[in-house]
């Protein structure tokens, strides 16, 4: 049982006075066949007469069986090798106490203080988990802003021994704190240990993603060294790298890159599919080498951030391919050149508010550009459309758009029920450049 210990004796040898004994302690499969020396650092070869310090059973030993090697020389410096026969297999001895926290769990979010729509990850602390075989458990406590009077928001999930745990903080955790319950039981369920982590900050409100600082590309390849795509064109076998920009709000594992093959004047573009499969590594999302057929178009990409509560989408500037034709004016393709460097020009949506009747929902935007603007309602659950409206805004500003709902959705909602919809407002303006913003919203009848 390991915890006790193996202690050695050499047998009875002829001359035995005259001969020199040392050891060496092996580790076997359980039927005592396949062994292997146990590493020195672990137990050094022994030497000087019997009995000898024992051999300390360890977790490792756990399920083996153990082989004392004797290592027999006499004067003239001859030597005789003989394996002992294997103990039986060592059993795992039954824990006495709970696990024992050796480092306190933590909690991270992208933010200080967290915001709605932002996950958020649980360390398990380290444990005195020799075997690996504890088992964990979390559980997510919504608290006051002290970190008082909690109250589960969530069941008891297991999880991997190396964690981390998550969650995503919702709307109606503002103003409260959040802790996580880390429960870790011995293998045989027997003892138990619950700990909580430190509360987080109050919950302040979140939302969909909000662009600061847009999205742009890097150029390098054959030969040169990667800079920020500035007015010059790029070349065939050149690499691309799309840098997302600057966001506030957006969940750091929630962004993703689409590439857009594009005129020469970057107004007319379409998504390029073969890049790179969505479950590509990101290396391979984030860049793309100029490929041949791009010689006298020009490429841009199209980045989406994302969080809980919804999704924005905005475009880099496109660079050109190849030189410019003979003869042609230079286009901007929606990018601007200032001091050297590419001033980033994206659409923006600021923050939708949405209201609805039994007939239709009702979208309100500020606008920074003017163009077309989209707006559709979908199902939270399959994808079915509900309704859809397009309109032309003249000017940039507060833009008002009511979008009818089919009949089946009438009546849902007429009978009382609620329905878990998509909102989803996409603008393109008279230079090629779009974005898209999205919202979760409960469609309801109201009451009076």
Not at 242 to 249: E, I, N, S
Not at 269 to 298: F, H, I, K, L
Not at 346 to 355: H, L, M, N, S
């Amino acid at each position: 049982m390991h915890g006790r210990r193996a202690r050695r004796l050499a047998g009875t040898w002829a001359d035995e006075g005259s001969l020199t004994f040392s050891y060496q302690w092996l580790w076997c499969d359980g039927l005592g066949i396949a062994c292997q020396r146990i590493p020195t650092d672990l137990v050094a070869i022994a030497e000087g007469p019997d009995p000898s310090p024992p051999y300390l059973l360890a977790p490792l030993d756990v399920d083996r069986t153990l082989k004392l090697r004797i290592y027999a020389r006499n004067a003239g410096g001859e030597t005789a090798v003989v394996d002992s026969s294997a103990t039986a297999p060592v059993r795992r001895r039954p824990r006495a106490t709970a696990p024992i926290m050796t480092a306190s769990p933590t909690l991270a979010t992208a933010t200080s203080p967290p915001r709605a729509g932002q996950r958020m990850t649980a360390t398990l602390g380290s444990w005195d988990d020799d075997f690996a075989d504890y088992h964990y458990r979390v559980q997510w406590w919504r608290c006051d802003g002290s970190g008082q009077a909690c109250a589960a928001v969530t069941d008891s999930e297991f999880v991997r021994r190396e964690g981390p745990a998550s969650y995503d903080i919702a709307e109606a955790d503002v103003g409260s704190s959040i802790r996580a319950q880390i429960m870790v039981a011995s293998f045989d369920y027997a003892r138990r240990t619950t700990q909580f982590t430190d509360a987080t900050p109050v919950v302040e409100p979140g939302g969909p993603p909000r662009l600061e600082t847009g999205p742009f590309l890097m150029v390098g390849g054959n030969g040169r060294a990667t800079v920020r795509v500035g007015a010059g064109p790029a070349d065939v076998g050149d690499v691309l790298s799309a840098a997302h920009g600057r966001w506030a709000l957006a969940d750091p594992g929630l962004y993703s890159v689409r590439w857009m093959r594009c005129d020469r004047a970057a107004r007319s573009c379409v998504r390029m599919s073969e890049v790179a499969t969505p479950d590509a590594p990101a290396e391979q999302r984030w860049s793309y080498r100029v490929q041949t057929g791009d010689d006298g178009r020009s490429i841009r990409a199209e980045v989406v951030a994302a969080n809980r509560l919804g999704s924005v989408t905005a475009q880099t500037p496109a660079v050109k391919v190849g030189a410019e034709p003979a003869g042609a004016a230079a286009s901007g393709g929606g990018s601007s050149a200032t001091d050297g460097k590419t001033a980033v020009r994206t659409v923006d949506i600021a923050g939708a508010k949405v209201t609805s009747t039994l007939r239709g929902v009702t979208v309100t935007l500020r606008l920074r550009r003017a163009g077309t603007l989209t707006v559709t309602a979908t199902a939270a659950k399959g994808g079915a459309k509900l309704g859809s409206a397009r309109k032309k805004v003249a000017a940039p500003g507060k833009a008002l758009v009511t979008v009818p709902l089919s009949r089946s959705t009438q009546k849902t909602i007429a009978s009382g029920r609620a329905v878990r919809a998509s909102i989803k407002a996409s603008l393109e303006d008279a230079d090629g450049g779009s974005a898209t913003r999205s919202e979760k919203v409960t469609l309801k009848r109201s009451r009076r």
